[in-house]
Nanobody, 132 residues
Framework: QVQLVESGGGLVQPGGSLRLSCAAS????????IGWFRQAPGKEREGVSC????????YYADSVKGRFTISRDNPQNTVYLQMNGLKLEDTGVYHC?????????????????????????WGQGTQVTVSS
């Protein structure tokens, strides 16, 4: 059974840090691009960051650039999102997703936005709340 399971969310004060994890099972992440999306109440889903599998090429949304770092541990079949300098507007449910090949990342780099339809598998999400 193909599954992505996120963890690491929680409540943090502005300026704080969290590290999200996304563990894959039932398939190997070796040939997939990995993306992190978030959705805040009343807002559209937003692509935050993604990474492709060949050379680790990445994309970051402008809203998180310089604060978030995506990484992957292929032997552990796990992806991470290190979030530093958290802001109130970072609050939302964070989902990881896997899309075949490198196209999801290169498309994001070219268009400046991540396309959710390019991802095949999705996790259930983990809540991140930034509040003072």
């Amino acid at each position: 059974q193909v599954q992505l399971v996120e963890s690491g969310g929680g409540l943090v004060q502005p300026g704080g840090s969290l590290r999200l994890s996304c563990a894959a099972s039932g398939f190997s992440l070796d040939y997939y691009a990995i993306g992190w999306f978030r959705q805040a109440p009343g807002k559209e889903r937003e692509g935050v960051s993604c990474m492709e599998f060949i050379n680790g090429s990445t994309y970051y949304a402008d809203s998180v650039k310089g604060r978030f770092t995506i990484s992957r541990d292929n032997p552990q079949n796990t992806v991470y999102l290190q979030m530093n300098g958290l802001k109130l507007e970072d609050t939302g449910v964070y989902h990881c997703a896997a899309g075949r090949g490198s196209r999801p990342v290169y498309a994001a780099q070219a268009m400046g936005v991540m396309r959710s339809e390019m991802y095949d598998y999705w996790g259930q999400g983990t809540q991140v709340t930034v509040s003072s």
